[in-house]
């Protein structure tokens, strides 16, 4: 654990202020951050987490503030300056060549890239040794999962001497055991008198990996907690700035049919390559169908592919008995089965960013109205009956849909498919990038919608939000349904289990 | 290791650098604009000095060049209305982020299918000729901008380089079909295209051909369509974000095809005007380069019809005005290409200030 040394930190940042435009993104931070301990920072999005480390990292310069580096001044102008002081991030998008190998990847822009492969990668082996980190040095990065690109990525950091590491949300992307890997490698990495700034807002890793956290909300620093002296109620309200409950309600229905079901579904993706194959579920009425998987195992695929977006290979999707492969959007929207799918970007599909609440909610019924004109008044009236109902925070209902915060956007979105009383509901990452709060008011209104009958397919990132809300888990891995358990009965190692697919054969 | 040489240096973060605005009001980005402007006329005033001429005076002469007679209007208004009908279309193409740079080619096929009726259908009753004439226009046009539309949708090929070649190829159809088909029997010398009888002629309201009500016309379309059909929602949509448009239900393919037929067409009304209503002949100097100026015009004023009109309306004084001035001052044409250039300049260098701001190393970020 971290010991009380008079040393000097070996980062630490004072009064740190950044702005862009009228934004104040960062205001008077105060961080440090010891040799051979874990920091963690936490905070919900937007709170400046990212904006901070930037900053450390050389990306961004602050507008007033001092960095000390081992007790001095340091001005870091460039990811090459970071560099040089012994800085390194790992992103939370990689940054990696695709083309290339691990080794490639890791000397890219250093002077040794033009040694001899052999003398590489007994350099890379050594500090995979010293740190209990596993790679194929000669393995492309095309080829790689996404736990080596990790890896891939922290490597280069190492190569280039870093003793601090700063790592943003590294555990999106992994399943329970990549993460349970990742975190091993992080306390050898403390062990040895490396400093690790870890960004996340997931409590439990916190609490788990962490000697102390600082807790950052609308970009001031709140404060800096022991670990061991905390508990996730108390850094939910530090964080959040008051208390909240962390239970999520599953309500218990007694009737519940089958409304849709996919049988021996092959989806390809847009590019030609399989998506999902072999599908086999049912979804029922009155029923949350929560969906895990690591990023990119088939749920963008399986949506559109119900949604009609994207046709089925083969297979048959029966909704209410008939099979609805083949039909366009706009025939399975008519049905009665909504889809809002939440990308990374949030905005890119399913509203219209430049668009104010009011013409975002014509979006799917435009063309309801006779004749070539558009009818705004019905849409005008729901958006004012949404801003009431889910509480969103809107100048007007015609402010571009851009310029509202993440929550809002989501509710929007959200309120409008439920507006258009759907039968089956099919909502992916709709709580991506919420605050708590907002959160909650999403999951509320899936309840609400289970409670009505409708049938909810809902697709997730957190697994604990997972076993909580949805009544059966159907897990993905490479496209493939590796099982559907009951989220009652299973627990969250078997479903990371399941959600490497290999692993369970192994193991089970 | 790369990293023997540690060090905390003291450098300084660069002198200037550019950072982007917070969205301006837009009271504000008009004065930036009118800033712009002025600045324009300044920097062009001092050019005119250099060459010995009174800038306020060459300026006065642009300005009343344009307006001083019945006739200087009339033909402001000429060179406008073509602009104004061309910009429109593009307009309608560039809403749904689909890269008409062929306008050129779509007003000149446009031409084009008009005169075929004018040169041998000239015996039909005037109006039914006319009309014919404008639905000929139209298909020409259309059809010109169909077709990289089809080939984008089918094969997704880049629609900026298939419409700007597009150009070329209408372009010397032109000059084919006056040196072959339709080349003039009864005419001297060099080879040309016959003119237009009076009954294939526009007809002239107030002293200007009557292209002016049919520009009036088109920008009230326009502007309707855009912003109060469905069809102009699709094409806010698909503009947008295709995957948005597609996720909604919508055929966006087909709304593509059924847009750029109508840019196209739109600018093949304005080969119509051209042709009927100011050459009275098939020429292929008929677009004189309105495809290309249109592209400025639709920009500068912002993909909205009313701007898009106040915007044609300034070119149009610009351009004829320094004709005048050329004649005036006897100032050759490339000065009044480099005035014209000048402001240009300006204008579009505003819209970098519109959007970024920059800050020098002593304010220290972006202030509010």
């Known amino acids: 654990m971290a010991d009380k040394r008079k040393e000097n930190f070996a980062i630490e940042c004072v009064g740190i202020t950044k702005r ?151 555990t999106a992307v992994l399943t329970p055991q990549e993460t349970e890997k990742l975190f091993r490698i992080l306390r050898n990495m403390k062990a040895q008198g490396n400093a690790v700034i870890i960004i996340t807002h997931k409590l439990n890793e916190v609490l788990e990996i962490s000697d102390r956290v600082t807790i950052l909300r609308k970009g001031q620093s709140i404060d800096t907690v022991e670990t061991k002296d905390c508990d996730a109620n108390q850094l939910t309200e530090l964080m959040v700035g008051r208390p909240v409950s962390l239970e999520i309600e599953r309500p218990i229905m007694d009737e519940v049919g089958t409304i849709l079901s996919c049988k021996n579904v092959t989806i390809k993706k847009a590019d030609g390559t399989i998506g999902v194959r072999n599908l086999n579920f049912d979804m029922k009425t009155g029923e949350i169908l929560g969906v895990a998987g690591v990023a990119g195992s088939g749920q963008k695929e399986l949506c559109e592919g119900i949604a009609g977006l994207l046709k089925a290979e083969c297979g048959e999707i029966h909704y209410e008995g008939k099979n609805i492969v083949g039909k366009t959007p706009e025939e399975i929207i008519n049905l009665g089965i909504s889809m809002s799918f939440v990308p990374e970007d ?146 969250k190692e078997e479903i990371g289990l399941m959600m490497t697919g290999e692993s369970v054969k192994k193991e089970a | 290791m790369s990293v023997e040489m540690k060090r905390t240096k003291k450098s300084k973060e660069p002198l200037i650098r550019t950072v982007k605005r917070t969205e301006l009001s837009g009271q504000k980005a008009v004065l930036l604009r009118i800033a712009a402007l002025l600045a324009a006329l300044v920097a062009g005033g001092i050019f005119i000095l250099a060459i010995g001429y009174n800038p306020v005076l060459v300026y006065k002469t642009m300005i009343s060049g344009a307006f001083r007679s019945k006739l200087a209007f009339q033909g402001t208004v000429k060179v406008l209305i073509p602009l104004l009908i061309t910009s429109l279309g593009v307009t309608l193409a560039f809403k749904m982020k689909f890269w008409n740079i062929g306008a050129e080619g779509q007003l000149i096929m446009g031409a084009v299918f008009a005169s075929y009726f004018a040169l041998f259908h000239d015996t039909l009753p005037h109006w039914i000729l006319m009309i014919l004439m404008v639905l000929g226009g139209m298909l020409g046009g259309g059809l010109m901008g169909l077709l990289p539309a089809y080939f984008k949708s089918k094969f997704n090929t880049n629609e900026t380089l298939f419409t700007l070649m597009l150009n070329y190829i209408a372009l010397n159809f032109v000059v084919y079909l006056r040196e072959g088909p339709w080349r003039d029997p009864n005419s001297p010398g060099y080879a040309k295209i016959a003119r237009f009888s009076k009954n294939a002629q526009l007809d002239k309201v107030f002293g200007i051909h009557a292209g002016w009500i049919i520009a009036i016309v088109i920008l009230i379309f326009v502007s309707i369509y855009l912003y109060v059909t469905k069809r102009g929602y699709e094409i806010s949509v698909v503009g947008e974000s295709q995957a948005t448009a597609k996720y909604a239900g919508m055929n966006v393919k087909k709304i593509v095809l059924r847009t750029m037929f109508l840019s196209g067409g739109i600018c093949g009304i304005a080969g119509m005007i051209e042709a009927s209503g100011s050459a009275v002949t098939l020429t292929s100097g008929i677009a004189g380069g309105v495809g290309f100026t249109a592209i400025i015009v639709a920009w500068l004023g912002g993909l909205n019809p009313f701007y898009i009109f106040i915007v044609a309306s300034l070119f149009s004084i610009m351009e004829k005005g320094s004709s005048v001035v050329e004649s005036t001052f006897g100032l050759s044409g490339a000065c009044a290409d480099v005035l014209q250039g000048i402001i240009l300049f300006f204008v579009l260098g505003c819209e970098f200030f519109v959007r970024y701001q920059f800050v020098t190393r002593k304010e220290r970020g972006a202030r509010a």
């Open chain 1, 20 to 170: 862009f435009g009228s934004v104040l993104a960062n205001d008077h931070i105060d961080l440090q951050v010891r040799n051979g301990e874990v920091l963690a920072l936490l905070g919900e999005n937007g709170s400046g987490k990212t904006t901070l480390m930037n900053m450390l990292s050389g990306i961004y310069h602050p507008d007033e503030g001092s960095i000390f580096v081992n007790g001095e001044e340091a001005v870091i102008n460039s990811p090459t300056d970071a560099s040089e002081l012994g800085i390194g991030m790992i992103h939370q998008h990689f940054k990696l060549v695709d083309v290339f190998s691990a080794m490639e990847n890791i000397v890219l822009g250093t002077k040794e890239k033009y040694e001899k492969p052999a003398v590489l990668e007994e350099k890379i082996n050594a500090i995979c040794d010293k740190f209990g980190l596993e790679i194929d040095a000669r393995k492309k990065v095309y080829n790689m999962s996404v736990s080596e690109k990790q890896t891939v990525e922290i490597l280069k950091v190492l190569y280039r001497g870093a003793n601090v590491l700063i790592l943003d949300e590294p």
């Open chain 1, 346 to 491: 949030r905005l890119g599909m399913g509203l219209v960013a430049s668009m104010g609440m009011v013409e975002n909610m014509l979006l799917k019924t435009y063309k309801k109205g006779k004749g070539p004109f558009l009818v705004r008044k019905p849409a005008r009236s729901l958006a004012e009956k949404l801003v009431k109902k889910l509480g969103i925070v809107t100048s007007s209902v015609d402010t571009p849909v851009r310029f509202m915060s993440g929550g809002n956007v989501q509710k929007v979105l959200l309120g409008r498919e439920i507006e258009s009383n759907p039968k089956v509901l099919i909502t992916a990452y709709p709580v991506r990038g919420l605050d708590i709060n907002s959160s909650y008011t999403i999951y509320d209104l899936l309840n609400e919608q289970k409670k009505k009958d409708v049938a909810v397919l809902y697709v997730g990132e957190d697994l604990d939000v997972l076993l909580e809300l949805c009544d059966r888990i159907l897990v993905l891995c490479h496209g493939e349904i590796t099982g559907i358990v009951d989220a009652e009965e299973t627990t």
